[in-house]
T-cell receptor, first 117, second 112 residues
Framework: EAEVAQSPRYKITEKSQAVAFWCDPISGHATLYWYRQILGQGPELLVQ????????DSQLPKDRFSAERLKGVDSTLKIQPAELGDSAMYLC???????????????FGPGTRLTVL | RKEVEQDPGPFNVPEGATVAFNCTYSNSASQSFFWYRQDCRKEPKLLMS???SGNEDGRFTAQLNRASQYISLLIRDSKLSDSATYLCVVMNSGGSNYKLTFGKGTLLTVNP
């Protein structure tokens, strides 16, 4: 069964350092999402890509976070500099369809658990 | 008012029990509704979609009341393997884009 791949699975860093997370969506999935999930909360959308274009980054803290999906396939999320409050699980998801729709199921990767010391 | 609010939980029930989770949403224009399941330290996975007519999948029944902006999930004959966090999810659309908003989740522990 096809899966969304993410790496690393765990990352420990010190505040003010830069970190990067990688996501490889299910092959053929046009839409890719990055979520942040703080312990005890539900996932919160950070950024959504349709192919290589950003379609929603309204919740992305752009002063320190950046995301790219240059060739419309895999994606990288970067934080620079990391802050203590960035400690969370960073989840990547992908979906097949290009258009909106309730049947456009999102499949999640295993996530990257970030700890900022 | 938060976009999606769920029972705070946690719920601890014995095997075989029936348990119900409730969820409310604030945007009356929300289009689609889901329940996701998330095991400890794992990613969320779609459990079931929720339709206005109500829908059932084995031991799981989901209900939607658009007038009250209320969603529910009923689990009958609970199994140990049902222990997980259940996330209420609402989809809102903006043009050709759509966004999922997740509730905080309700933790269920089924005890032997």
């Amino acid at each position: 069964e096809a899966e969304v791949a993410q790496s690393p699975r765990y990352k420990i860093t010190e505040k003010s350092q830069a970190v990067a997370f990688w996501c490889d969506p299910i092959s053929g999935h046009a839409t890719l999402y990055w979520y942040r999930q703080i312990l005890g909360q539900g996932p919160e959308l950070l950024v959504q890509f349709q192919d290589e274009s950003v379609v929603d980054d309204s919740q992305l803290p752009k002063d320190r976070f950046s995301a790219e999906r240059l060739k419309g396939v895999d994606s990288t999320l970067k934080i620079q500099p990391a802050e203590l409050g960035d400690s969370a699980m960073y989840l990547c998801a992908s979906s097949l369809l290009r258009l909106a729709g309730p049947l456009n199921e999102q499949f999640f990767g295993p996530g990257t658990r970030l700890t900022v010391l | 008012r938060k976009e999606v609010e769920q029972d705070p939980g946690p719920f601890n029930v014995p095997e075989g029990a029936t348990v119900a989770f409730n969820c409310t949403y604030s945007n009356s224009a929300s289009q689609s509704f889901f329940w996701y399941r998330q095991d400890c330290r794992k990613e969320p996975k779609l459990l079931m979609s929720v339709y206005s007519s109500g829908n059932e999948d084995g031991r799981f029944t989901a209900q939607l009341n658009r007038a009250s902006q209320y969603i529910s999930l009923l689990i009958r004959d609970s199994k140990l393997s049902d222990s997980a966090t259940y996330l209420c999810v609402v989809m809102n659309s903006g043009g050709s884009n759509y966004k999922l908003t997740f509730g905080k989740g309700t933790l269920l522990t089924v005890n032997p």
